[in-house]
């Protein structure tokens, strides 16, 4: 990060966003839990149907704020049918309402058959799309169990850039056996493109995925931490060199580019979700959707909607939960809001003995009731968290 965090829009209390859960695959994921989600055919009307009585009984639940944001996240929603995409658009905005500057994203496959829908799924509403390109090597996206090759993806982002407002793609680094060099010239090449959002990730080795196997089984072995953190502090120079600074560890936005919809995540706003598998946020009420296809539908067809649990959060695990989504942003948290937000006083939030060693080792730094972590804190995020939450 630079040592000025960018200016991003500020936060809205007076609108939410929403989530819609499009599960299932076009072909097997070889790094997700999606395996089960692949169907040979789908019956349209009958999703619509669930799909738009999930999102009235969730309207009816949330009060009158307009949205800000739509996601259409999880398998593979560019598949969705157009006039699908668009009459759940027109649903969102008769329930809630939008603000004049909604962002509405789409997850895309960077593939042929998947581009050649762009214009209709703008046409429809969409105005920003965010490609899983992943790798700019066609070795190393064999290595991820992705479909599509180079050319192919840039194919679509050159259809994607022509088609919407705005474009995200992410790419996966630290790598096994990427060298310096090898990032570099990668993420020079990702930047050239001139595209005003990237998701930079390091490959992370989670539990149960055929990564996690191979790792144990001797056949791959993961980046040294230390290589890690060098590619990060490359990744962090190039960005800001390239006026596209981080403003999430991970997420880096030309200006008035930033994610609006995770932006809501991390701000500790409020979002409905919908569709299998959905998490929401309500008014410190945590919301939970049956994540089996078959279950969810079943759910909606006897009871209206596809919840599995609503859950009333403690004001502690509301509080935690907004420190440890909030201080991933370069802007960090407001502490007097969290404790509005809570009902946790703020000086039992965060552990002050902490901040000030912090603070003095230039890892974070605390200015009224602002804390952030600072650019060098960032690559030990997940050591600092523990150290400065208190609760």
């Known amino acids: 990060m630079s040592s000025h965090s960018p200016e991003i829009p500020p936060a809205r209390t007076d609108a939410q966003a929403l989530y819609i859960h499009w599960p299932f695959c076009v072909s097997k994921c070889p790094y997700c839990d999606f395996n089960s ?23 009816s639940q949330t009060d009158a704020r307009p949205l ?57 509403g ?78 992370t080795i989670e539990p ?27 990744t962090q120079a190039m960005t800001n060199a390239a006026g596209i600074p981080a403003y999430e560890i991970s997420n880096h936005a030309r200006a008035g580019q930033e994610s609006r919809h995770n932006l809501t995540y991390w701000r500790y706003g409020d979002y409905a979700g919908i569709g299998p598998g959905a998490h929401g946020r309500r008014r410190g009420v945590a919301t939970l959707r049956h994540k089996k296809p078959e279950n969810w539908i079943g759910a909606v067809t006897r009871n209206g909607h596809g919840l599995q649990s609503e859950e009333a959060l403690h004001p502690e695990d509301r509080a935690r939960e907004a420190l440890l989504m909030g201080l991933r942003l370069g802007e960090g948290v407001d502490l007097l809001r ?12 965060v552990d002050e003995r902490a901040i ?25 995020l997940d050591a600092i968290l523990p150290e400065v939450v208190a609760i």
């Open 37 to 59: 989600h692949v169907r040979d055919a789908i019956d349209t009307a009958a999703w619509e149907t669930a799909l738009l009585a999930d999102m009235a009984h969730e309207a």
């Open 68 to 124: 800000s944001s739509i996601f259409f996240g999880g398998g593979t929603p560019s598949l969705m049918p157009p006039a699908l995409v668009e009459t759940l658009i027109a649903a969102a905005q008769r329930h809630w309402g939008f603000t004049p500057d909604i962002e509405i994203t789409l997850e895309a496959n960077p593939n042929s058959v998947e581009a050649a829908r762009f214009a209709d799924i703008a046409a429809a």
């Open 126 to 203: 969409v105005n920003r799309v965010s490609l899983g390109l992943q790798a700019l090597d066609n070795d190393a996206l064999h290595f991820l169990g992705r479909a599509h090759d180079v050319d192919e993806g840039l194919a679509a982002l050159v259809t994607a850039q022509a088609a919407f407002d705005r474009v995200s793609f992410d790419l996966i680094y630290a790598r096994p056996d990427q060298s310096e060099a090898d990032w570099e010239a990668e993420l020079a090449r990702a930047l050239s493109f001139g595209t005003g959002h990237l998701s930079l990730y390091q490959l």
């Open 208 to 234: 149960g995925t055929r990564f996690a196997t191979l790792v144990a089984q001797g056949k791959l072995t993961p980046a040294d931490p230390d290589h890690g953190a060098t590619l990060y502090e490359l």
């Open 338 to 349: 969290i404790a509005a937000l809570s009902g946790v006083r703020a000086d039992r939030l």
């Open 356 to 380: 000030e060693q912090l603070t003095d080792l230039g890892l974070v730094r605390l200015t009224g009731a602002r804390l952030q972590v600072a650019p060098a804190g960032m690559l030990l």
